[in-house]
Every structure is written in structure tokens, then in C-alpha cells.
């Protein structure tokens, strides 16, 4: 058993600054995390960190940050969460520069930022296509050298609730096959995304949903569900790499897409931001020409860089570089890259208050992208990175504050000893998770896609209650200790839970906004600004519809109004 | 899809252990793909053989660093070797110099614990926001590409052989990162010279060869630092300057 005043489950950028801000003020914290130190899906991100600094371009400033992501989140996101994203971004990455991260510098010494879809601009400060990297080894740093205890490889099965507030986790430690209890008096889920419910995805292993279920398993409302973010460029070949991102900063620092009838085809969907559209535009526009039958060998089309000459991409683009020389034998600075869209981050999650971001549950808090909210129906490139640092702070902070005065509740436990069963319960003979994981993913790679419709999602649906239905006959062989199958078992529970409820809140949105497109409802429509909030009830998924607040004056200046077509 | 048209099927001998000391390589027969990696196969037999099998991995697009391995005795990332680079048979161990855990999963945790030995970074008072040139952040940018794969440690043959008190090539990078880091202000000389032991260190470069984000660990870090070291503690102009002082 495991006490600290605070802990956090998952070890990327968000969990990390939590527990920074946690420990400056004066907490202890355990950090739980279900892979390496280090390894979190934060050490993916390449292009940069979106901050106002305006070291590049003078006129940049908080408010055109914040009316970027509000208009590019098609005003379904929370405006509070993105004006403190907008106001609290430069700060952070001064902070992590002081903590030791080592940004590229521009001619005079500053902090070099780079063009990136949908912002107005230049505002991605960046280290190379390795800011991810640079943000995970700085924050990793910064708790290793306290008295934190993180304990890796350690996956939590279920969140305890007592009397409506948080009182403890229990986890499965791999290297040993113990099960730990971890008893805090608060709690913050920091554990990403769900990339990895669909089959082509630029996610890691780890990202299953898990920290979304846990969090509506115990009583937490998750909402946008339905907005899944396609990133327009993933590599399709060879077959083990499909989907493995290829970063924005191609197109960022000049790359252009083409069809195979070497037409500039962005000219066509974007005439004036071209391929420095929002993603879900040129995600679809990709979609489309696939679609069309205007594409490679290998089903993509093209993204070409290498009329920038090869001194330049080897300085700014060098992990795409060997990422194509090495998995794909293609030399980028010579040819074009195939690509085509790939799953890349859920905007949805858990519905937190945009202050604390406590989450519906007392005493459990969430940040990153686990939680919902700041990016409404799309996120913008390298806010994801400007979330974890200005929301994992925030969360801390939320998290101390509320703590305050407050003793740990003891967990029941016959309830710990029911989990504990549980899980001990599928090594027994069954059916193989992972076939039944396989078969979810292309459930919702074929019909919860890029482009959906009613007819489709409503299969989904059904094919989803029946993979859940055969999911009570898993199990596998082995025993507790460093079992991925049976870790594959506890993972399905979750990444059902995740699919649910994407494919309940999507069927529900009788419009396109964003991520969510339908072809049986192509147009944007006002009745439709809206929130969609999914939560348990008993043992089944109930939703209701939220209408977005109006944004105040104040804020609303700043914002070009949203316009509706008829329809 | 691809694995209908080409039912051509290949042959991956792995080791599996319980942690126990003793174990043995397996034969496990794998349908090929184009542009297939060893990683690939190795989760093949994983979700469709043997689901006890325990093997780390984590972003299969050589960024996190999980799924270091010894391929044919070669320490490398399973998801950056491609079956088709490889003549015969493929075996795949885990890495020797760590203790194992279980099949191709080893315990690494030492490192965290050396990492948390190495004095953190301390920045000298300046105005803010910094100014720094982008020269200054070449110096120290080799060194922060490290995904701590620790294929380094594992491929030492200072750790390997003789287990003598030296932190290792992955930890040396560490410390030359934060030494070149232009705002940072630490001396870190007396922490390479007796915790790091870096006078362990005989150059055969053997890391470098082998360092999957050709770091230029020997070249660039390790002899650097070890310079370092010398100067502060074994040059005898260094003993008089300081005396005068």
C-alpha cells in the first residue's frame, strides 16, 4: 500500500507538470504510469509548442491565439479554456526553458516559432521535430531529482469511490505481478488518448482510453466524444508503419501535397491557407482524393519537400528524415512522401472545469488529453503540447488547493479484494483478447471514419455491443506477472468503453462540425452548438445535450462570429 | 490484406525466460510482410501464438526507446530492424547487461537512479526572457536526441565485464547535455570523475557504433567529459592555479 497527499496516473507531459506544481506546493506525490519513465506518448510530438511569444512575428499576441483556437475548434470549444491557454502559454514555455529545455533560437537570439495549420502566426516554438522529446527529458528531470516516487509499469484496473469522493486506485505492477493500492487524498488522470480503438492510428501502445474509463467508471461525465482528430498525413507504407505520423512541420516549413496527377489539390479546398488549413480540412481533402482514386501505389497521396534542398531538411526535419530513409527506404530530400490520414487525438474526454479542471467526480482531477473541453470539434497543431504544460499546471494547482485540510477516506475493501478477483479472473481459458481488439478497431476504422453516416454508426453501434457482449468470454493463459494478454483483457474493457462512447455521441450529432463530418448531414447548423456529455448510469451509457455558454463581450470582440449556411 | 497475396512465412527464434536465471530461445514461425520489422514478428507471435510472451514496446516509430533488444546479438530497437536486412535465421534476446524480468523484458530501473545522482541543471541569473544563439543550442542538441533505449549501457563492455563503478555511456551523454547547455552553471567534473567513474571508459567506441540516433557518444560526449575530469583533477597546472587562488 502506497500513501501520498496527491497521485497522478500517467507519466507524460501533463502528469509530470502536475506533480511539479503539486510538489512546489509543498504535497507529496506518487506518480503512476503504465509504461517506462520517459516513454509517455508526449516523447511522439514533433512540431512545437504553440505560444503567442511573438519572437517571430511581433503582432501575435494572446487574443489571436485564443480566436484561432476558438474559430478552428468551430466554437464548440470552452472559451474560458482557451483564454487561459492563449494567456498562460508564453509563460509556461519560459518556464521550461528555465527548467532546461533548449528551444531553436532565431537570428538574435530568441525563440524560433514555426508556421503550423490554422494559426494566424508563426507560433511553434520548437527543438528540431523533437519538442516532445526535449518537453518529456526536461519535466522527467525536474521529478526525478525530488523525493516523487514514480512507480512505472504499473497499470490501474479501477478507481475507488467512496460516498461520492475519490479514495483510492488499485494497480497490477508488471515486473512483479503484485497488486499496489495506492491511497491519496486526490487524484489527477493525466493517461492521453484512445488513438489505438482504431486500427490506423499515430499512437502508442498505451494509448487505450484507460484513464477514460477509469474516470466514467467512477462516476465522471466524458464529453465531445464524438470528435476524433484524423491528422491529415500518416505514412501508408510499409504495412508495420501505416499510420506512424508524419509530422505538420513538413508542410510548416513549406512541404506541399499533390495527387497523382501531380495536382497542387489543396488550391481546390483551401484556396488561401492551402496546406496550412486546419486539420480536419486537410485530412478530408486527403480523404477525398484517395478516395477519388487520385493516389499512389500504396493508397496516399503525396507530400513533397524536397524542393527545399537537403541542408535545410536535415537541420529542420531530420526524424522524418530517417523515419522514411529507415522504415520505408524513401530519401525525402530527393522524393515525395505517401501519406494519407491516420488517427491522432481525441478532442473529447473528460469534462473538466476549466479553473481546476476537476472533474465531476470530488477529489479526482484531469489534464492533457484525457480531458475535454479546450478544442472543441478540432484541435489546433502544438496546442496539444501548450495544454499538457498550462492545464497539468493548473491541475496541480486544483488539486493542492482543493485538498486543503482535507485526510485521506479509507477505501472498502471487499470492494479491492472484488477487483483484485476480477482481474485474477481472466487468466482462465477464452477467447484472445487481442482478436477481439483487432475486430473493434476495424469496426471503427469502417464505419466511425473520417466521413460518417447514420446508417453506418448505427451498425458500429451494434457491432460494438457485440463485441462487448463476447469480450465477458475473454481470458488467457500465464499468470499476473508481466502478461501483456492479460493486460490486453483489462485494456478491451476500456477501449469499449472509449468506442461507446464515441460512436453513441457521434450517431446524436445530426451535423458536421470540425473532426465529426457526416454525409448524411454535410452542413454546419446552429441547434448543433452544442456539447454532447456521455456518463454511466447503472450499466449503461446515458448522454445529454449541453448548449455551449455565449462568450462575453470581453472575449467575443476578439472572435470573427460564426456564420451558418442554410440547411 | 498483404499476408493473402504472399503466404511466404518466416522463421524467429526467441528467448524466453521466467527471470529466474535460466531459459531458452523458442522457434516461432511468422507470415511475412513487405517492409516487415522485427518488432513486428516478435508481437505477432504475441497476440496470435503466445500471449504470455513478454516483450516492451510502446511507439514503434523509434522514438520512445522500449524495445531494445540483442538481434542476433547486435543490441538494436526491434522496431527500426527490418526482417529483410537480416541473412538467416533471426534471433531475438534480451539485453545481457540488465537483469531480466521476464522473455525480452529486462529490469533498467538503475538508471533512473543514476540519472537522479547526475546534479541537475542550475541556470545562471539572467535577464528574461533568454537570449541564446542558435550555435550554443548546436552544442548541446546532439545529446538531447537521446531516446534512453540504453542499447549504449547494454552493448559497454566496462558494464558488461567487469561491472566496475562506472555510470555508462547513456549517463555521460546526460551530463555532457546539461555541461553544454549555455545557461547552465554546475561543475560537474567531481561528479564524473568518482561517482560516474568515467576514467573506466577505454574508448573502443563501441556505443557509438551502435546508438540507433547516431550520437557520437565517444567523440562528442565521452572524451569531452573526460577531458573535463583530467583538467580538474589530474593536471598539474590546474593544482597551481588553483593554489594561487
Known amino acids: 500500500m502506497h500513501e501520498s497527499d496527491l497521485l497522478i496516473i500517467g507519466a507524460g507531459g501533463a502528469g509530470m507538470r502536475a506533480a511539479i506544481s503539486a510538489l512546489g506546493n509543498g504535497h507529496n506525490v506518487n506518480i503512476v504510469s503504465k509504461s517506462l519513465i520517459g516513454k509517455a506518448h508526449t516523447v511522439m510530438a514533433e512540431g512545437g509548442i504553440a505560444a503567442s511569444v511573438g519572437d517571430v512575428d511581433k503582432d501575435d499576441n494572446w487574443t489571436v491565439h485564443f480566436a484561432d483556437t476558438v474559430v478552428e475548434g468551430v466554437y464548440i470549444g470552452n472559451w474560458r479554456m482557451a483564454e487561459i491557454l492563449a494567456k498562460d502559454a508564453p509563460e509556461r514555455v519560459y518556464e521550461l526553458e528555465r527548467f532546461g529545455a533548449v528551444f531553436d533560437r532565431t537570428p538574435d537570439g530568441k525563440i524560433m516559432q514555426r508556421a503550423f495549420g490554422g494559426h494566424t502566426y508563426r507560433r511553434l516554438c520548437h527543438v528540431g521535430d523533437k519538442t516532445g522529446l526535449e518537453i518529456i527529458r526536461t519535466l522527467e528531470d525536474k521529478v526525478l531529482h525530488t523525493d516523487t516516487r514514480i512507480f512505472d509499469e504499473v497499470y490501474i484496473t479501477k478507481l475507488f469511490v467512496r460516498n461520492g469522493r475519490f479514495c483510492s486506485a488499485l494497480g497490477l505492477e508488471m515486473r512483479t505481478g503484485e497488486f499496489l493500492l495506492f491511497k491519496a487524498k486526490a487524484l489527477i488522470i493525466a493517461t492521453g488518448g484512445c488513438g489505438r480503438v482504431y486500427k490506423i492510428t499515430s499512437n502508442s501502445w498505451e494509448s487505450t482510453g484507460d484513464g477514460l474509463a477509469l474516470a466514467y467508471n467512477a462516476g465522471a461525465e466524458l464529453m465531445d466524444m464524438e470528435m476524433i482528430q484524423f491528422h491529415p498525413t500518416g505514412m501508408v507504407w510499409p504495412p508495420g508503419a501505416k499510420g506512424l505520423l508524419v509530422t505538420e512541420s513538413v508542410r510548416g516549413e513549406g512541404g506541399i501535397l499533390l495527387n497523382s496527377k501531380h495536382e497542387r489539390f489543396m488550391l481546390r479546398y483551401s484556396p488561401e491557407k492551402k496546406e496550412l488549413d486546419a486539420r480536419d480540412v486537410v485530412a478530408r481533402a486527403n480523404y477525398y482524393e484517395i478516395k477519388a482514386g487520385r493516389c499512389g501505389p500504396h493508397g496516399g497521396v503525396y507530400l513533397d519537400i524536397s524542393h527545399k534542398g537537403r541542408g535545410f531538411i536535415m537541420k529542420k526535419l531530420p526524424g522524418m528524415y530517417s523515419q522514411f530513409k529507415e522504415f520505408a527506404g524513401v530519401d525525402i530530400t530527393k522524393e515525395a512522401m505517401e501519406v494519407a490520414p491516420t488517427v491522432h487525438y481525441q478532442m473529447g474526454g473528460i469534462r473538466v472545469n476549466p479553473y481546476t479542471c476537476a472533474t465531476s467526480v470530488e477529489g479526482i482531477f484531469a489534464a492533457g488529453e484525457v480531458a475535454s473541453g479546450l478544442h472543441g470539434a478540432n484541435r489546433l497543431g502544438g496546442n496539444s503540447l501548450a495544454d499538457i504544460l498550462v492545464f497539468g499546471k493548473l491541475a496541480g494547482d486544483g488539486a493542492t488547493e482543493w485538498m486543503d485540510g482535507k485526510e485521506i477516506v479509507v477505501p472498502d475493501e471487499s470492494e479491492v479484494a472484488k477487483e483484485i478477483g476480477r482481474v485474477r479472473n481472466f487468466i482462465r481459458n477464452g477467447l484472445n483478447p487481442y482478436d477481439l481488439i483487432d475486430e473493434l478497431a476495424s469496426v471503427m476504422q469502417n464505419y466511425m471514419g473520417i466521413v460518417r453516416n447514420g446508417d453506418d454508426m448505427r451498425k458500429a453501434i451494434d457491432l460494438i455491443g457485440n463485441i462487448r457482449k463476447r469480450s465477458e468470454d475473454i481470458g488467457v493463459s500465464g499468470g499476473l506477472k508481466y502478461n501483456h494478454g492479460l493486460l490486453g483483457c483489462l485494456e478491451l474493457q476500456n477501449m469499449l468503453v472509449a468506442c461507446e462512447s464515441i460512436s453513441v455521441s457521434a450517431n446524436i450529432r445530426e451535423e458536421s462540425r470540425g473532426a465529426h463530418t457526416r454525409s448524411d448531414f454535410p452542413k454546419r447548423r446552429s441547434e448543433w452548438k452544442v456539447n454532447i456529455v456521455c456518463r454511466k448510469n447503472g450499466e449503461n451509457l446515458s448522454t445529454k445535450i449541453v448548449r455551449v455558454e455565449e462568450i462575453p463581450e470581453e472575449l467575443a470582440k476578439y472572435v470573427k462570429p460564426e456564420v451558418y449556411e442554410n440547411g | ?245
Open chain 2, 1 to 245: 490484406m498483404d499476408d493473402v497475396k504472399e503466404k511466404r512465412m518466416i522463421e524467429i527464434s526467441i528467448y524466453r525466460t521466467d527471470g529466474t536465471g535460466r531459459g531458452e530461445y523458442k522457434d516461432y514461425e511468422v507470415p511475412m510482410q513487405e517492409g516487415m520489422v522485427v518488432l513486428d514478428a516478435v508481437r505477432y507471435v504475441q497476440e496470435h501464438i503466445d500471449t504470455t510472451l513478454a516483450v516492451r514496446w510502446n511507439c514503434k516509430a523509434a522514438r520512445c526507446g522500449s524495445c531494445s533488444a540483442e538481434i542476433n546479438n547486435m543490441p538494436k530497437l526491434m522496431c527500426k530492424t527490418r526482417i529483410d536486412t537480416i541473412n538467416g535465421k533471426i534471433r531475438v534476446a534480451p539485453m545481457g547487461a540488465f537483469k531480466g524480468v521476464a522473455d525480452l523484458v529486462t529490469d533498467i530501473s538503475e538508471n533512473y537512479l543514476i540519472n537522479r545522482q547526475i546534479p541537475e541543471f542550475s541556470p545562471k541569473e539572467a535577464a528574461v526572457p533568454w537570449k541564446i544563439m542558435q550555435m550554443d543550442v548546436e552544442r548541446t542538441k546532439e545529446f538531447r536526441k537521446c531516446i534512453e533505449c540504453f542499447l549504449c549501457q547494454d552493448v559497454c563492455h566496462v558494464i558488461r565485464e567487469h561491472k566496475a563503478d562506472y555510470v555508462g555511456p547513456r549517463h555521460i551523454v546526460k551530463a555532457a547535455s546539461l555541461d553544454m547547455h549555455p545557461m547552465d552553471t554546475v561543475d560537474r567534473s567531481g561528479f564524473l570523475n568518482r561517482e560516474a567513474g568515467i576514467g573506466y571508459c577505454n574508448v573502443t567506441k563501441c556505443c557509438q557504433d551502435i546508438c540507433p540516433e547516431g550520437i557520437k557518444i565517444t567523440d562528442n560526449a565521452i572524451i569531452q567529459e573526460k577531458e573535463r575530469a583530467v583538467d580538474r583533477f589530474y593536471d598539474p597546472l590546474f593544482w597551481r592555479k588553483a593554489k594561487k587562488r
